[in-house]
């Protein structure tokens, strides 16, 4: 799963391949590319 996170970047699609969650698929996309997460104001 971390390497499709990796080539596509997409949780949509790592839901639809793998049947997961959103909340899994997220936490794979944040894994594979930690600087499009968006940081909590401080």
Do not use: C, K, W
Not at 16 to 22: E, M, N
């Amino acid at each position: 799963m971390l390497n499709e996170a990796f080539a596509t970047g997409d949780p949509l699609r790592l839901m639809r391949l793998f049947g997961i969650t959103a909340q899994t698929a997220m936490h794979y996309v944040a894994a594979a590319y930690p600087e499009r997460m968006a940081r909590p104001l401080r």
